[in-house]
């Protein structure tokens, strides 16, 4: 509890029974038992003595009690209650005279003032009064205009006689006997509760007019202008009060022991007076009598004189009564800027009781809305900022020691935090401009200055994060290192992820910064222990197939070990597989391939292979070396004198060759002059066919096949591939019958006369099939000029009248296709003559078929077959 109010005694022993008091600016107003209206000026003092002043009154009363008095100050009158009447007087004048009885309002027995103040449209301030008078069972409403009350509307009919009646909004709250009901000024009435033992029920209006105050027995319940509760509480009293009056932010009631005042939210007893049989009570009007209560007995005053806001803070802040202390900053009476000052400053001694309290995620949120210092937050938590930097921070609480549960918790409560300010920072445009120092390592700045580069912010935010993370879901560390815009600093994290043995995740941090070689040497470090998470040459594999080009030094000098060690592994950081192959396939080929030459030549041909066969490499260079690396495979000497051993690497040269004359027929992209060089002529016979067969020198390519290979059907296949009806291949299949004709006519030294004669006829019968099956492919004249004279004119015979069969097949072909050409280009031209011969009249009756439209001189149009013409933009409209 503090001192909110200081109880000055106004009018002590007054010889009159006061009956009603009400008070506006300095001034108080009085009305007796005996009939009287007076009204003093007050006016506060230095000390607890106010000097207090009769300035008028009015006895004209008849001796009649004044039950209930209200003032209008905008308007200059006093509203009053006395034998059941209500009248209006004016305030302008000494004596207080009688404007005006309201008649119609015999037999009262409460009304109640609504006051509102607006602007209208021409910029005026203007004071509109409705009145509510309770008569009998029906309420009277009424409005003030030119000096005088007009009825509003029509009455409205009750179900009982009202104890008590007050405005809210478009409402009337009215208490009867028993109940409280809420009627609108449509007609419409609700029922809201019952008013519980009290005979006597009690309303007061709260701030705004909107929100009442009901009495039920020891409680107040609290209600909007639609009946409906505000609270899901009620405020308790000590005792059950005998009046009520709200002065922002207190609720004054007056019990039959004592006056206690409190905070309807928060709710808080504040403070308890004790006087003199209070029983009134009025709260001053206007901003002059703001935080002035008056209270009386049936013959003393006091005013409640509310201690300055300025000195009540201090001693709830002592209290740590936050929520009340920013209430009253609401009614602070000092300028904008020192208002927000002083809330800034209750809030942030808040949000540190609240850290205090275990209330970590309230006192994040309170942080966050009054945009706290980075530092300042996170130097609540151990082991976040470095500890001289921490010394420097000061906080008006001792700092709880978090551990265990509480530490977690506060942790999560410090990520959302940090979460949504870099959310805030990541989409704000403050930093436009700004360069991005991607390995800043200034942790935190000195305590004396703010951070406000939005860097340094971010750089602190992931950092912290980080911490937070290893301390309470480990799991989230890559992913924080991983983003695109992450900003963890490389020495404070590094530091952290050492600590915690988080080595993986450190060289993801090292990745990301790009600190490359500092990666890599941590792997290697810890390639060779079995204990570290790091253990292996997996991970620098890994690490290598995403480095790209730009970093190629880097990958020969880290790599090496890998392909001596692990060759196969190692081949994985050049060809990479299904998850990196759209990475390593940007490495420089040529750089790789020597590089893999010096380091590890047995990995160069399946290295090639899967550049030309998987990323269809057409380099020739590429294509050139496989051609190569198979070549000296094959023809390399044998390293072994051990039978088995041979036959082993025959085998393999086998597959090697198999390979190689594969490749030779498939691949469009080598230079066979540059590799014909290389090939040997006592070996690889074939390969060096397919190579001259490339250049074009057919004849050699089948000399090989038909003299050294002596293999017929290869030269024919030979044929097949490099024959075409124009150039050079128009002839493979001529010279193919010379080799053949040639090699038939030849007879080798010592050879007998049986074996010369076999051999000719089976060459013979070579010549006759080659003859038989391609006689199409070979100029008869040419052919005739080479055969030999064992093959007589009568062998030849079927195959003369086949080919001149065939000429005259073609030629006919030639004929009918020519005959088919000239009737198309006729019936083309008589469509052309029909339609240039085409007459399309237009006059200025023609119109367009779709818009309605006539033609200009110059418009463009359509015309259809069915006589419809149209303009040409109008086309797509038909």
């Not at 991005?436 to 406000?452: G, Q, R």
């Not at 992820?497 to 990745?511: D, G, S, T």
């Not at 759209?582 to 160069?604: A, C, Y």
């Not at 290389?678 to 490339?694: I, M, N, Q, T, W």
Request: glycine residues 4%; contains cysteine; neutral net charge.
């Amino acid at each position: 509890m503090h001192d909110a109010y200081e109880a000055i005694p106004i009018l002590e022993k007054l010889p009159l029974q006061i009956e009603a008091v009400t008070a506006y600016d300095g001034n108080l107003v009085v009305g007796t038992r005996q009939g009287h209206l007076l009204m003093y000026t007050v006016t506060p003092g230095t000390t607890r003595r106010w000097d207090v002043a009769l300035l008028c009154s009015n006895k004209n009363f008849s001796r009649k009690p004044i039950v209930q008095v209200a003032v209008v100050p905008e308007h200059q009158i006093i509203v009053s209650l006395s034998d059941n009447v209500v009248s209006v007087h004016d305030l302008t004048v000494f004596n207080l005279p009688l404007l005006s009885t309201l008649t119609q309002t015999k037999g009262a027995t409460a009304f109640d003032l609504d006051i509102k103040h607006h602007i209208s449209l021409t910029g005026e301030a203007v004071v509109t009064v409705r009145l509510v008078v309770a008569v009998r069972r029906k309420l009277q409403l009424f409005y003030w205009k030119a000096r005088q009350f007009h009825q509003l509307r029509e009455d409205l009919a009750l179900p009982d006689v009202p104890r008590a009646l007050t405005w809210c909004m478009e409402a009337i709250a009215v208490a009867f006997k028993h109940e409280y009901w809420l009627v609108k000024l449509t007609g419409e009435q609700k029922e809201l509760f019952a008013t519980g033992r009290s005979q006597e029920p009690l309303i007061a209006r709260m701030e705004d007019g909107g929100q009442l105050a009901l009495a039920h027995d020891k409680e107040s319940i609290f209600v909007d202008a639609e009946g409906n509760a505000t609270c899901n509480y009620t405020l308790k009293w000590v005792e059950q009060p005998i009046a009520m009056a709200y002065d922002k932010p207190y609720l004054v009631a007056i019990l039959p022991k004592t006056i206690e005042i409190k905070t309807p939210e928060p709710q808080h007893t504040v403070q308890s007076l004790n006087l003199e049989k209070p029983r009134l009570l009025a709260v001053a009007q206007t901003a002059k009598g703001k935080g002035q209560v008056y209270v009386a007995s049936t013959s003393h005053v006091w005013c409640l004189h509310a201690i300055p806001v300025n000195q009540q803070i201090p001693q709830l802040l002592s209290e740590k009564q936050f929520a009340l202390a920013l209430k009253l900053v609401d009614v602070w009476d000092e300028a904008d800027d020192a208002k927000c000052q002083m809330k800034k400053h209750i809030q942030h001694l808040q949000a540190i009781h609240l850290f205090c309290s275990k209330n970590y995620q309230e006192a994040m949120n309170l942080f966050l809305t009054l945009n706290i210092e980075l530092p300042f937050v996170i130097g609540m938590f151990p082991d976040m900022v470095p500890e001289e930097y921490r010394n420097r921070l000061q906080y008006p609480y001792p700092l709880p020691t978090l551990s265990g549960a509480d530490l977690e918790k506060a942790l999560q409560a410090l990520v959302h935090f940090l979460l949504e300010i870099r959310h805030q920072l990541v989409g704000s445009d403050n930093d436009k401009g700004e360069k991005s120092e991607v390995l800043c390592d200034n942790k935190y700045p000195s305590a004396a200055t703010s951070i406000k580069s939005r860097h340094e912010k971010l750089q602190i935010i992931d950092t912290t994060l980080l911490k937070c993370y290893l301390q309470t879901n480990d799991t989230l560390v890559k992913s924080l290192l991983r983003m695109r815009d992450s900003r963890v600093s490389v020495v404070e994290g590094e530091r952290v992820l050492r600590h915690a043995h988080k080595y993986p995740e450190l060289v993801l941090l090292l990745q990301t910064r790009g600190l490359h070689q500092r990666a890599l040497q941590l792997m290697i470090r810890h390639a060779k222990r079995p204990d570290s998470p790091l253990y292996g040459h997996h991970h620098t594999v890994a690490y290598l197939q995403h480095l790209g080009p730009q970093h190629i030094d880097l990958i020969f000098e880290y790599g090496g070990w890998v392909l001596k060690s692990h060759p196969e592994d190692g081949l994985k950081i050049f060809v990479g597989d299904k998850s990196t192959s759209g990475e390593v396939d940007q490495l420089p080929r040529p750089k790789v391939l020597n590089f893999l030459k010096k380091t590890e030549k047995s990995l160069v041909i399946p290295y090639l292979e899967h550049v030309i066969q998987e990323w269809d490499d057409t380099t020739p260079l590429l294509h050139n070396e496989l051609i190569h690396q198979y070549r000296d495979i094959i023809t390399a000497p044998f390293a072994s004198s051990d039978p088995a051993n041979q036959e082993e690497e025959k085998e393999r040269r086998k597959r090697y060759q198999e390979k190689l004359l594969k490749f030779l027929n498939e691949s469009e992209y080598y230079t066979a002059a540059t590799l014909l060089v290389h090939f040997p002529y006592d070996s690889l016979h074939e390969e060096r066919a397919v190579l001259l067969g490339r250049l074009g020198q057919h004849h050699q390519a089948l000399s090989i096949y038909t003299l050294t290979l002596k293999d017929t059907q290869a030269a024919l296949k030979y044929c097949q591939k490099h024959y075409t009806t124009s150039g050079p291949g128009s002839e493979v299949y001529l010279l193919l019958l010379k080799l053949l004709v040639s090699q038939s006519d030849s007879r080798s030294p010592g050879s007998s006369p049986y074996k010369v004669q076999k051999s000719q006829q089976t060459q013979v019968e070579a010549v006759l099939e080659l003859l038989q099956n391609y006689l199409h492919c070979i100029d008869l004249g040419q052919a005739l000029k080479v055969l030999p004279d064992s093959v007589t004119i009568q062998l030849l015979k079927p195959f003369i009248h086949a080919s001149l069969s065939h000429a005259g097949t073609v030629r006919r072909q030639k004929q009918i296709a020519r005959g088919l050409t000239q009737s198309l280009k006729l019936q083309t031209s008589e469509e052309l003559v029909s339609c240039q011969s085409l007459k399309i009249p237009l006059s200025e009756f023609t119109y367009c078929a779709v818009c309605r439209k006539r033609f200009t001189k110059h418009s463009a149009f359509a015309w259809y077959p069915n006589g419809d013409i149209v303009h040409f933009s109008c086309q797509n409209q038909r």
